[in-house]
């Protein structure tokens, strides 16, 4: 059985910086792409940044520039490291994995809720 771990989140004045990490644990084979996604109140859940297997990453325009995806593939973890954080960045934030286990499907987190606020 797979198992997605997050934490990191919290209280954030506007301005500072929070480091999300999500571990990933169980009968893993190897872990493709990772990534986040966000859920802000009466909001779709959308996509934050993703990161391959070999490092390519894409992010949101919302967040380019701000927010750095990284991944240790030794410890299968990846990161997201948010700076410059605004009021807007407020929501529950989920890691997801693509995961080859006894079959290949996404797994995700039970989500860290981040709120910037003054």
């Known amino acids: 059985q797979v198992q997605l771990v997050e934490s990191g989140g919290g209280l954030v004045q506007p301005g500072g910086s929070l480091r999300l990490s999500c571990a990933a644990s169980?009968?893993?084979?190897?872990?493709?792409?990772m990534g986040w996604y966000c859920q802000a109140p009466g909001k779709q859940r959308e996509l934050v940044a993703t990161?391959?297997?070999?490092?390519?990453?894409t992010y949101a325009d919302s967040v380019k520039a701000r927010f750095t995806i990284s991944r240790d593939n030794a410890k299968n973890t990846v990161y997201l490291q948010m700076n410059n954080l605004k009021q807007e960045d407020t929501a529950v934030y989920y890691c997801?994995?693509?995961?080859?286990?006894?079959?290949?499907?996404?797994?995700w987190g039970q989500g860290t809720q981040v709120t910037v606020s003054s």
């Open positions: 990161i391959t297997r070999d490092g390519t990453t």
């Open positions: 997801y994995s693509d995961i080859h286990s006894w079959g290949r499907r996404d797994y």
């Open positions: 169980g009968t893993i084979f190897i872990i493709y792409d």
